[in-house]
């Protein structure tokens, strides 16, 4: 059965860009402070069983800069919708900055910089650890040694059925700060219904999906002021 589209429901599907505006460097550029070491040695299960000392490093330092970094007037004005609608952001990004901002519904795909787990299988127990470094030699409740709680090359993302039921049933779908590169992530516009109110912003767009309107431009100067079109339509229709 077709999902039911909620006529009052936004889905934002965010990537790094969003992040970028706020000073934290992509995953691309922040892995050129490391250029000993290849991506595959920073982010894959490989490279953890390795380097795990140069990989929680290197996760040290992209969480203390995760820490640091304050949400910007995207992050912000995403939060401003949900005092009108119900609001989910399914996001590629593994920093805290959408809930920051005040976001209450973040469906994280890659992990979270905030969160460690165990190493044992099949399912490891995760520690909140804020902006604080992850060392070797601390370990899980269950003996293993922790590491950063991010989905890594050659892992499974995260909640994707439940991100392709929530863009299945919103009514308006906001992309933003992403390219539509990194798979299957990007695969999720394809269940926007084709009623739904579709915008995508970003900087550069090689091609635009289908029914969504591109506004070319940084997330901090759009986003909020269609977030204010978005709630004053409300305010009309009330």
């Known amino acids: 059965m077709k999902p039911q589209v909620q006529p009052n429901k936004i889905?934002?599907?965010?990537?790094?860009?969003?992040?970028?505006?706020?000073?934290?460097p992509t995953f691309r550029d922040a892995k050129g402070l490391w250029n000993s070491y290849s991506w595959q040695e920073?982010?894959?299960?490989?490279?953890?069983?390795?380097?795990?000392?140069?990989?929680?490093?290197?996760?040290?330092?992209?969480?203390?800069?995760?820490?640091?970094?304050?949400?910007?007037?995207?992050?912000?004005?995403?939060?401003?919708l949900e005092s009108a609608y119900e609001v989910v952001i399914v996001t590629q990004n593994v920093d805290a900055l959408h809930e920051r901002a005040g976001s209450r519904n973040v469906v994280h795909l890659h992990g979270?910089?905030?969160?460690?787990?165990?190493?044992?299988?099949?399912?490891?127990?995760?520690?909140r650890v804020d902006g604080d470094p992850i060392a070797m030699g601390q370990?899980?409740?269950?003996?293993?040694?922790?590491?950063?709680?991010?989905?890594w090359f050659g892992e499974a993302v995260q909640h994707f059925d439940?991100?392709?039921?929530?863009?299945?049933t919103a009514a308006r779908v906001l992309v933003v700060g992403t390219s539509l590169t990194v798979y299957p992530?990007?695969?999720?516009?394809?269940?926007?219904?084709?009623?739904?109110q579709k915008v995508l912003v970003a900087l550069d767009?090689?091609?635009?999906?289908?029914?969504?309107?591109?506004?070319?431009?940084?997330?901090?100067?759009?986003v909020p002021a269609l977030?204010?079109?978005?709630?004053?339509?409300?305010?009309?229709?009330e």
Request: hydrophobic letters at 40%; aromatic letters at 8%.
């Open 112 to 127: 979270q910089l905030a969160y460690a787990r165990g190493t044992s299988e099949p399912e490891p127990k995760r520690y």
């Open 162 to 168: 439940e991100a392709e039921e929530h863009v299945a």
């Open 11 to 24: 889905v934002v599907l965010s990537g790094s860009g969003v992040s970028a505006e706020s000073g934290l």
């Open 185 to 196: 992530a990007a695969s999720l516009v394809q269940y926007a219904d084709r009623t739904a």
């Open 42 to 80: 920073l982010a894959s299960p490989e490279g953890w069983h390795r380097h795990p000392e140069a990989v929680l490093a290197f996760y040290n330092e992209r969480r203390q800069k995760a820490w640091q970094a304050q949400p910007n007037a995207a992050h912000l004005a995403i939060a401003s």
């Open 205 to 222: 767009m090689e091609e635009v999906p289908r029914g969504f309107t591109f506004l070319q431009g940084k997330a901090a100067e759009i």
């Open 227 to 237: 977030a204010a079109k978005w709630l004053s339509e409300v305010r009309v229709a």
């Open 139 to 151: 370990l899980c409740e269950d003996g293993t040694q922790l590491r950063p709680d991010i989905v």
